[in-house]
């Protein structure tokens, strides 16, 4: 294993996802609870409930739902690639929420071609 220097939002995204596969599939709960105590180690408890029963990390997790899901009909062209990567640019959009809502800084992630979204003011999660 190696350590990643990564925002806050990625981490916990990435708790998210992991949170969305132990959801579907019972062989990724030894990978989401590792993560889930290294990432509260890290915080002071009070910190870590306010953060972990947020609006903003509730909505990271619908976002990545909503991801798999359309992944998954993707792989029988139920939806179309648009529709794959408008749920994408939600979960982005949702990690720019939660950072926001908790950290100083601003999301290291750079995400480009997403302009159409922001234009037409799809921006919920």
Do not use: P
């Not at 596969?21 to 009070?46: G, H, M, N, P, R």
């Amino acid at each position: 294993m190696i350590s990643l220097k990564v925002d806050e939002a990625y981490a916990f995204d990435y708790l998210s996802i992991l949170e969305v596969k132990k959801q579907k599939s019972s062989s990724a709960i030894e990978a989401w609870s590792k993560c889930y105590v290294y990432l509260q180690t890290q915080f002071d408890a009070e910190r870590w409930f306010l953060i972990i029963n947020s609006e903003e990390y509730k909505n990271m997790i619908k976002a990545n739902e909503l991801t798999f899901d359309a992944v998954d009909k993707a792989k029988n062209n139920e939806v179309t690639a648009q529709h794959v990567d408008y749920c994408n640019y939600q979960r982005h959009s949702a990690k720019q929420n939660f950072q926001k809502k908790f950290f100083t800084s601003d999301l290291s992630e750079l995400k480009i071609g997403y302009e159409k979204y922001i234009h037409n003011n799809h921006t919920d999660v």
